[in-house]
């Protein structure tokens, strides 16, 4: 959009015949020459060295001729290209003279044009392809010849000179900033009567102005000049460097009383044509001043081609509005001077801005001058708003949408009193990038996630996408969408990619979605694009205005938004404050907040900028937080207690590892996720291969010890031990065979060894807080259960092992306080509520347990939550309980554990035949769980079929290889009432394996009572009691065997005693039939 001449050379003169051709003459009488400087003895490194750059100028308000004299050595073979020569000029309006052209080696001058050689010139137009026809010819020359260690010297002059500017004169010189330069001179020079004005920084020594016959001149010369290397980072106004100015323009009002009837004159539409009728369409759509606006400046922006126009007088006349319209096409002037003339008729005030497109910082202390300026727009006024609108743009449709350029300082071009004005863009209110990533985790944290993502941008960003992309073919803009989004996310798979442009509000929208394989390295997570700050370097070297601002990109305005859906089981938090951040660090606010709430993490991060610039005393801080602030990075970190979900261990069951590592991982995942079979597989093909692997032989005694077999388990451990003591697993592992087992005392110990060898052994120190617990060694037991909370907060399990441990000890507000604990840990399951809920329930106040569990179902609709609703439930609730586990089937048809609840309550309501059809229908699909077996024995009982009763008791009987499940058999055969004398046997064989175990003892009583064996009932009740006196079942057997007996007094010492440790202790016994009878 370069349409006004730059000055930054020379200025124009009128057309001359032979202007089409470089002219040879010598160098014009009023030069004064400069002798060459001699070349340095060593050559540095640079491919060329220049020796000399003379300029010297004659201004007078008809003509201004520029003439250069440059010689420069070729020091290496990189340099020769230096030697390729071109120079340009506007047969419009200059003159080119060509003074010498020669190399200097050694002693000898070759006169290069003397020699026969030639320029050539060609008409091109280089800035075709930016819409930009200048009309320019380049003279192109390149010696013959020429070598490493020659100097190459021209001369040359330029005269120009442009009836626009009526006799007013500008010029600039003395710009030795950017190379090293051996000598360096200066000469301008006027008649004494034009009133030039004189300006130049402070990096060149004063000038002062010498007359001699009626011509004024100033003159500077200086040897071995060095590069100005400006402050890093500073604005514009401090990279000027060396500079002499020269201007005859005493004010901006002048510049501005120059111009303004040029686009008066051409801001006018006919009273009568097209372009009028365009206008009355205007006026009739609406009588809005701002749709008015927006309307005329659609009509300029979208119907008017930009070509700029740089030709003859084109570079300050604007063609006139009639003109533009005719063909059609216009640079800045001629689009400007036709919104103008619209604007008028439309009765809107507006008035052309001249303006420099890269930036007019520090215009406001450089002399008035015309060449500064390079593009012009229009500032519009309605309702009392200013409006920038620039013709040469696209896509402006709404004012609202406007923002004032960041141009620094404009010249209203008017013909009164025409002043800068400050161009500064505001601080953005709405980003103009946004980026929206949502990531659905839930199936699985090791499986392809489905990955959306959504670009959203606003103002310049919008428009120049959107036009890329409609540059492009189909296939290439696809292309270029994916390489987009590849190039921001490079571990998804991309699937769809889409870009949209919404006319109406100005925003470009480009959406991808795909499947993304994300990185848990370490059981932890990057955020994605959410990073603020950077490794700043405000460093500078010594020198002058080390003590500059430091400049902002501004104004800019960027947002990113994450949200990522997990499986259950991370902690719920909000204002997470690793991810916390508030901060206004050089001149940019950085924001970002993050919380995870009903297992969905959301982080939003933005950076905003307030200020173009801020002060170099805060420079040193700001560098160090802005590196603090790239460092901290917000991670996802994987709980403990979050092991593989159902689909990812269906997904790696279903693969087959091609290493013997990958195997032993797949065994490891597996065994986390409880699919202890397919674990056994792995671990026991391992084995097999390396029967020495000690690894392999631990895990596989894991497997075994959840499986049951505890004597193979014991003896694979002993075998990895035996090749391996000091494997860090095993004490852990022997303590867990030992709690299988019911040895209480070895689980402790071997749990506290390999506590020693590890403090922060989660599971260790949970499972030895349940031996401690079991030992009735409450302290120790609540400081492991603690320490795990501390470890692993959102363990549930140990707050209910804290609560019943209350429950012994009778400290019910203690109860309550792990209760209210647990309903506000929030993992991505309903686990905590339940529990809690069950807690509630159990302290008797059902409507806080109920609230609790409808609390876990807007959470969570696991069954379990229904299950555990109605375990809850005073017995005689048939409904809600059967509503209850109604629906928890309906969620989980082949829930194994709803099953045997289910049949329970139809054995309950004396509806057996139904209680053994939904077993048996459960059993279809759980291939012979010990559980529903045991459940169908009881119903067939219940039914009276005794023989298939036997039968799926024998069956279960068959797998219960461990103490608990035996007892579990026996104490389900007791509480329904049904094959007491196989229960006594079940009981008798797991106390054969753990003979103090205390829950079994009371097993074993209350089936003794069952049989009326009351004797022998109070003699084990007694003996459960000797070792656990806050047992509240045996306590309340023992009162039913004392109140059959007729001993009253003893009953109601028990009673009391059972009802003190378990108020519902009578509810509960109710459920299964037995009720204190009445004295």
Request: aromatic share 6%; with cysteine; net charge negative.
């Amino acid at each position: 959009m370069k349409t006004f001449l730059m000055a930054s050379s020379f200025l124009a003169g009128a057309a001359h015949a032979g202007a089409d051709k470089p002219i040879m003459v010598p160098a014009p009488d009023w030069v004064t020459p400069v002798a060459l400087p001699d070349s340095p003895e060593k050559p540095d490194e640079a491919p060329v060295r220049l020796l000399l750059s003379d300029q010297q100028a004659r201004l007078d308000q008809d003509k201004q001729i520029v003439y250069s004299n440059i010689a420069m050595r070729i020091q290496t073979p990189q340099g020769l290209a230096a030697g390729n020569l071109s120079f340009p000029w506007n047969p419009e309006t200059d003159e080119f003279f060509v003074h010498k052209l020669e190399i200097h080696r050694r002693s000898q001058t070759i006169d290069v044009l003397g020699s026969g050689q030639n320029f050539t010139v060609l008409r091109r137009e280089p800035n075709l392809e930016s819409a930009m026809l200048d009309g320019m010819l380049t003279a192109n020359i390149q010696p013959e010849g020429l070598q490493v260690g020659d100097v190459l010297e021209f001369a040359i002059s330029i005269s120009r000179s442009d009836p626009a500017l009526k006799g007013h004169v500008e010029q600039v010189g003395a710009m030795w900033n950017g190379v090293p330069i051996s000598r360096a001179r200066m000469k301008m020079q006027w008649p004494s009567g034009l009133p030039i004005a004189i300006s130049q920084t402070g990096a060149l020594p004063a000038v002062k102005i010498a007359k001699a016959g009626g011509t004024s001149s100033i003159t500077l010369s200086l040897d071995n000049v060095e590069p100005i290397i400006p402050p890093k980072y500073a604005p514009a106004r401090y990279w000027t460097g060396r500079l002499i100015e020269l201007s005859d323009f005493r004010s901006w009002s002048d510049i501005g009383a120059l111009m303004a009837p040029l686009y008066a004159k051409a801001a006018v539409v006919p009273a009568e044509g097209t372009l009028r009728t365009e206008l009355e369409k205007i006026k009739a759509a609406s009588t809005d001043p701002v749709k008015r606006a927006e309307m005329a400046l659609a009509l300029v922006q979208d119907r008017i081609r930009y070509v700029a126009l740089l030709m003859g007088t084109g570079g300050y006349v604007p063609a006139s509005a009639e003109e533009t319209w005719s063909r059609r096409f216009g640079d800045c002037k001629a689009k400007t001077a036709l919104l103008l003339a619209l604007l008028k008729e439309l009765g809107i005030a507006a008035e052309p801005v001249a303006v420099n497109i890269n930036g007019g910082d520090g215009f406001d202390k450089r002399l008035p001058m015309l060449g500064l300026f390079n593009h012009v727009l229009v500032r519009a006024t309605v309702d009392g708003k200013s409006y920038w609108l620039d013709g040469t743009r696209t896509g402006d449709t709404s004012l609202a949408r406007l923002r004032v350029p960041d141009l620094d300082w404009g010249l209203p071009l008017v013909a009164e009193n025409a002043q800068l004005v400050r161009m500064e863009a505001a601080t953005l209110n709405e980003p103009d990038e946004e980026l929206t990533i949502d990531i659905d985790a839930r199936k699985g944290l090791t499986l392809p996630a489905p990955f959306k993502a959504e670009t959203l941008l606003r103002g310049d960003g919008a428009i120049g996408t959107k036009l890329s992309l409609a540059n492009l073919p189909a296939d290439a803009r696809n292309e270029a969408l994916r390489r987009y989004w590849k190039g921001k996310f490079d571990f998804v798979e991309i699937g769809s990619t889409e870009a949209a442009f919404d006319p109406a509000t100005g925003e470009q929208r480009l959406t991808m979605e795909g499947l993304a394989t994300m990185d848990w390295e370490d059981g932890y997570y990057e955020a994605d694009e959410i990073g603020l700050g950077y490794k700043a370097d405000f460093s500078r070297t010594a020198g002058p205005d080390r003590d500059a601002p430091y400049t902002v990109p501004h104004p800019g305005f960027s947002r990113t938004v994450e949200t990522i859906r997990l499986p259950p089981g991370f902690p719920e938090g909000r204002n997470l404050a690793n991810a916390a951040v508030d901060e206004t660090i050089a001149g940019i606010e950085y924001r970002r907040a993050a919380q995870l709430v009903d297992g969905v993490f959301r982080i939003e991060a933005s950076s905003r900028t307030i200020a173009p610039e801020f002060p170099a005393k805060d420079a040193p801080d700001a560098e160090k937080k802005l590196r603090a602030l790239a460092e901290r990075r917000v991670y996802l970190k994987r709980p403990v207690t979050v092991g593989m979900t159902p689909a990812e261990l269906d997904a790696m069951a279903a693969s087959e590892p091609e290493t013997d590592e990958a195997r032993l991982k797949r065994g490891l995942a597996l065994l986390s996720g409880r699919r202890y079979e397919a674990a056994f597989t792995d671990f026991d093909m391992l084995v097999k291969k390396e029967p020495r692997n000690a690894l392999a032989l631990m895990n596989r005694s894991v497997t075994e010890a959840w499986l049951g077999r505890i004597d193979a388990a014991a003896k694979d451990l002993d075998a990895a031990a035996a090749i391996d003591p000091k494997l860090t697993g095993i004490p852990m592992t022997r303590g867990f065979i030992a709690e299988q087992r019911g040895d209480t005392n070895a689980a402790i110990v071997a749990y506290g060894q390999a506590i020693a060898l590890d403090p922060n052994d989660s599971f260790s120190l949970a499972h030895r807080a349940t031996a401690y617990r079991a030992a009735r060694n409450d302290e120790a037991a609540l400081a492991d259960a603690e320490r795990v909370i501390q470890l692993v907060p959102q363990w549930a399990e140990m707050r209910l092992l804290k609560a019943n441990i209350f429950r012994r000890q009778g400290k019910k507000d203690e109860m309550r306080k792990e209760a209210a604990a647990l309903a506000q840990i929030r993992r991505g399951d309903s686990g905590p509520q339940i529990i809690a809920g069950r807690i509630y329930a159990d302290l008797g106040d059902r409507d806080e347990a109920m609230r609790i569990f409808d609390m876990a179902l807007a959470m969570d609709q696991n069954p379990l939550v229904y299950l555990n609703r109605a375990q809850s439930r005073v017995p005689t609730d048939i409904a809600g309980r059967e509503a209850d586990y109604d629906a928890a089937l309906k969620l989980d048809p082949n829930s194994r554990e709803a099953i045997g609840e289910r049949a329970h309550l139809y054995i309950e309501q004396g509806e057996p035949q139904r209680a053994v059809a939904l077993l048996s229908d459960g059993l279809a699909e759980a291939n012979d769980d010990i559980n529903l077996l045991a459940y169908r024995g009881i119903a067939y009982a219940k039914a009276g079929d005794v023989a298939k009763a036997d039968q799926d008791f024998t069956k279960a009987r068959a797998q219960a290889s461990t103490s608990p499940l035996l007892n579990n058999l026996c104490w389900q055969k007791a509480i329904n009432d049904v094959a007491l004398e196989a229960a006594l046997k079940e009981c008798d064989a797991a106390l054969a394996m753990n003979p103090d175990e205390f829950a079994f003892l009371d097993s074993k009583a209350f089936v003794l009572l069952r049989l009326g064996r009351l004797d022998e009932a109070i003699a084990v009740y007694t003996r459960v009691l000797e070792k656990n006196p806050d047992y509240p079942t045996s306590f309340f057997g023992r009162a039913i065997a004392w109140t059959r007996k007729g001993e009253a007094e003893k009953a109601d010492a028990d009673l009391a005693a059972a009802r003190h440790l378990d108020p519902q202790v009578q509810e509960t016994f109710a459920r299964y039939g037995v009720t204190m009878p009445s004295n």
